[in-house]
């Protein structure tokens, strides 16, 4: 299909209807978010403007339309651990199985690795058997499980060794981040629509 786009990105506050409306049917429908009740757009927003510019939040656009998102928190991470962050990932309904989750942790784990990051964690709310296999795939290994939410958990080797802190995600190098985002779309299937 010669108009098949697809683009993985940091994401922006014009993100967020397009998010929420992904991130909406989680809350609705599963229990596999922290959030009980949907948050209202600015709410959203405002967690967006917070994240994208601290941690990290990105999503993967298929033909300009969002088909899902993951992000950084420090969401169980100790205060003095600086090089640490807990993941979260939303995928649309319409895409799963379509490698827009590999995508999405393939430039997020590389940004990670380009700002000096050491770990990362996941919070899956069980019985959820996809998502820990997917998390397996992706490196992650089982740590601990607690009232139902299991903690999983994976290595990121630093660019710095010896760095005092991670970097910010937009202070990363452009071109280690271009070469991130272009590797991370290789993995959505042709033709996945949205």
């Known amino acids: 299909m010669s108009d ?15 998010m929420l409306k992904i991130y909406t049917p989680y809350v609705e429908k599963t229990h596999y978010t922290p959030d009980t009740e949907v948050p209202t ?7 967006i403007d917070t994240y994208t510019y601290g941690r990290m939040w990105i999503l993967t656009e298929i033909n300009n339309q969002t088909a899902g998102f993951c992000f950084l928190t420090d969401r169980d991470i100790p205060k003095d651990d ?12 319409k895409c799963l199985h379509s490698g827009v ?10 940004i990670m ?8 964690t996941a919070h899956i709310n069980l019985p959820n058997d996809a998502a820990v296999a997917f998390h397996k795939k992706m490196g992650f290994h089982e740590v601990s499980e607690t009232d139902g939410v299991l903690l999983m958990e994976r290595a990121i080797e630093p660019e710095d060794p010896n760095a005092k802190r991670f970097t910010k995600a937009y202070l990363i190098l452009a071109q280690d981040y271009e070469a991130a985002r272009e590797h991370a779309a290789t993995f959505v299937k042709e033709g996945t629509v949205v």
């Open 4 to 18: 098949f786009r697809v683009a993985v990105r940091r994401t922006n506050e014009w993100d967020g209807p397009s």
């Open 101 to 110: 989750g590999t995508s999405l942790y393939s430039l997020m784990l590389d």
């Open 113 to 120: 690795h380009h700002a000096n990051y050491r770990r990362v």
């Open 41 to 47: 757009l600015a709410e959203y927003v405002q967690r």
């Open 82 to 93: 600086l090089f640490s962050a807990d993941a979260q990932l939303y995928v649309s309904e």
